[in-house]
């Protein structure tokens, strides 16, 4: 498929930090379109944005004349694309863990902590900075534990979250670690966590797909 991939990001949403790993991975090229999420109110919020994504959410997908939308739909949809190499293990059980290891992430944390939850906290609910902080160190503590007894002394966790390839799981937990980083959250208690975290961030794919290694990183 010779279609340009086109790739709506805001460099610190995590569900599109997922989506670069993915991509970065596959070793496909992919153009960044910038989307600011707090800027003059959110260039998501945009009727040109809009219509790219009904929901106002990055990450957006694009191939050719298709758009695409979910960050965990992208990921399959690019494992399914372009197979090799795999973000899923062959054998059904481990797929199964990984997707579970995923969505622990994608389903459980992360849509408790994203900015329209925080900032609905901030100006509906009437919390101060101190407590919206305390919110989401509370979410990401709450799942991180389950996480870290879900990898630790797990005969199928390797280098990484499955084995010793990453997977869709490590392409979830790496960005999730980084806003745990960023609200200050005490690692010490996650050291499975940590130590797949800097397997990951050793290769060139992840690294490529840092936040600060944005062309939008503010």
Known sequence: M????????????????????GLNLKGLSYDIVPVHLVRDGGEQHRPGFRAANPQ????????????????????????ETWPSPPLLPAVARERARVRALAQAVACEIHPLNNLRV?????????????????WVLHWIGEGFAAIEAMLAGHPSTGRFCEGDAPSLADCCLVPQVYNAR?????????????????????LP??????????????
């Open 2 to 21: 010779s279609e340009r991939l086109q790739l709506y990001s805001y460099w610190r949403s995590s569900a599109a930090y997922r989506v670069r790993i």
């Open 182 to 202: 960023r609200f200050k959250l005490d690692m010490s208690a996650y050291p499975t966590i940590e130590r797949i975290e800097a397997e990951c961030l050793a």
């Open 56 to 79: 106002g959410l990055v990450p957006v997908l694009t191939h050719g004349s298709r758009s695409f939308r979910q960050s965990m739909a992208i990921l399959e949809y690019l494992d």
């Open 118 to 134: 925080l900032q609905h906290l901030e100006n509906e609910l009437g919390l101060d900075a101190d407590a919206r902080s305390q």
């Open 205 to 218: 794919a992840f690294d490529a797909a840092r936040p600060e290694n944005q062309p939008d990183a503010a």
